[in-house]
């Protein structure tokens, strides 16, 4: 039985971490004391579910958490800091401080070092987000125990909902683009010119063509503008509505 601390002070712990050319200890005190710190426990970088969803949101949402009294968001995984460094670059999460729990001390500490050596994993973290204010553990969400790998309360918006329901969250912008294209450049600038974060799908990278353009937004032409899953438009479309919206 995976147990709830809440109310616990958290492992004291040294991580190893690389940063840049110099090995650096950072410490539980480093991380946590007089800060209210978002922490997000999971089984692996560079894993679908981790990869996909779990760490994408809590960087989405790092501004309104800032806004709410986070100080940091913190992503922990049992994973040495190379792979961890090399999933930060990958997944382009300049909001979130990645902890590499290598020897898996902290998730011992915590009580959710599992074993998953049936999927060639060995001991790994369970999957589970937790509220920390000056070292103590204020709340957590652990996933169910079931078989697998649970996603249902670790996430980014559950932990939200429980600082502030009420918190005002920020748009979902995609803009799909193409290099070159001199109106896509315009539109994001817009956007940026309004501090309006965005996802960007550029065509030409990983396979995607016009004909993925095409098959999602039913246009031929760059930029396609979505707001919360609502088409916009062109970047003419996208300066009006940020003169009527922002």
């Known amino acids: 039985m995976l147990a709830n601390k809440e109310g616990q002070r958290v492992p004291d712990v040294t991580f190893k971490t690389r940063q840049g050319d110099d090995w650096v200890d950072v410490t539980s005190a480093d991380i946590f004391a007089n800060k209210t710190v978002v922490l997000f426990a999971l089984p692996g970088a560079f894993t679908p579910t981790c990869s996909s969803t ?34 930060a670059g990958d997944q382009n ?20 070092l599992v074993d ?17 204010k000056d070292g103590t553990i204020d709340k957590m969400f652990i996933e169910p125990e079931k078989p697998g790998d649970p996603f249902e309360v670790s996430d980014a918006d559950t932990m939200l909902n429980y600082i502030n329901p009420n918190a005002e969250q920020p748009k979902r ?17 817009a956007l940026q010119n309004n ?24 246009q031929g032409t760059t930029p396609q503008i ?15 509505w940020i003169s009527a919206n922002v």
């Open 54 to 87: 779990h760490l994408p949101r809590y960087n989405e949402l790092a501004a309104t958490f800032k806004k709410e009294g986070v100080d940091s968001i913190v992503c922990l995984s049992v994973n040495d800091t190379f792979v961890m460094n090399s999933w």
């Open 93 to 112: 999460a300049d909001n979130i401080v990645f902890i590499p729990d290598g020897n898996g001390e902290f998730s011992e500490g915590m009580g959710m």
């Open 116 to 132: 998953k050596s049936d999927i060639g994993f060995g001991k790994r973290s369970w999957r589970y987000s937790m509220l920390v």
């Open 173 to 189: 912008i995609t803009v799909f683009s193409k290099p070159g294209c001199p109106h896509c450049a315009r539109a994001k600038k």
């Open 195 to 218: 501090n309006l974060a965005y996802e960007e799908i550029n065509l030409g990278q990983k396979g995607l063509s016009y004909s993925s353009l095409t098959a999602v937004t039913g």
């Open 226 to 240: 979505y707001v919360d899953g609502e088409r916009i438009g062109t970047a003419d479309d996208l300066e009006k």
